[in-house]
């Protein structure tokens, strides 16, 4: 059953520290994104990638966030220092190369700063 | 730049009402549409999508979506609504590029 996974799936941490939060693309997958979700602000696209490669980061607030592609299996966001404005769940996607093809989701990572 | 935007944040409704929620879509070019759900605690899943053929989509739990270009519009609806439907709904849009964009979400709360 192939399926988008992230780890860890909750993540409490202190203000200060950094966060790395992990997500594993579905095999075959060459483009992955990355969303925060709020209730404040729904659902934000924070970057995505397509065959490794950053497409868009501007979502992203650079001075403390990056997410980077280190291989095909592996995607990863983090967060140095985290803030407490940080805390939210973060929801990896992944989507094929082919043609008329919809994103699937992780279960997310909901991170708890404090 | 590419939005998507929904009519409502919250609906609030009893079982076996009909539901309609509104989503348009601000881009250029061709554009794929989808409608995901999330339920309590879960992840999104997708509902339907549409890419191109015929503008009556219909997708899982006996939801279906209508895509009006002219408009720029693709509304999902149901005839009947569970208490099980309570979920929020998103709307999505991918344009040129791959970069898919939400609408910031509809809630439903489906009073049994």
């Known amino acids: 059953d192939a399926r988008v996974t992230q780890t860890p799936r909750h993540k409490v941490t202190e203000m200060g520290q950094e966060v790395t939060m992990r997500c594993q693309p579905i095999?075959?997958?060459?483009?992955v994104f990355w969303y925060r979700q709020t209730m404040m602000q729904g659902l934000e696209l924070l970057a995505y990638?397509?065959?490794?490669?950053?497409?868009?980061d501007s979502g992203m607030p650079k001075d403390r966030f990056s997410a980077e592609m280190p291989d095909a299996t592996l995607a990863t966001l983090k967060i140095q220092p985290s803030e407490p404005r940080d805390s939210a769940v973060y929801f990896c996607?992944?989507?094929?190369?082919?043609?008329?093809?919809?994103?699937?989701f992780g279960q997310g990572t909901r991170l708890t700063v404090v | 730049a590419q939005s998507v935007s929904q009519h409502n944040h919250h609906v609030i409704l009893s079982e076996a009402a009909s539901l309609e929620l509104g989503c348009n879509y601000s881009?250029?070019?061709?554009?794929?549409l989808f409608w995901y759900v999330q339920y309590p605690g879960q992840h999104l899943q997708l509902l339907l999508k549409?890419?191109?053929?015929?503008?009556l989509v219909k997708g899982i739990k006996g939801f279906e979506a209508e895509f009006i270009k002219s408009k720029f519009s693709f509304n999902l609806r149901k005839p009947s609504v569970q208490w099980s439907d309570t979920a929020e709904y998103f709307c999505?849009?991918?344009?040129?590029?791959?970069?898919?964009?939400f609408g910031g979400g509809t809630r439903v709360l489906v009073k049994p």
């Open positions: 990638f397509r065959n490794r490669a950053p497409l868009d």
């Open positions: 996607a992944s989507g094929s190369p082919l043609e008329n093809t919809e994103a699937f």
């Open positions: 095999l075959g997958h060459n483009t």
């Open positions: 881009y250029g070019g061709t554009v794929n």
């Open positions: 999505a849009a991918r344009g040129a590029g791959n970069k898919l964009t």
């Open positions: 549409y890419f191109s053929g015929d503008p």
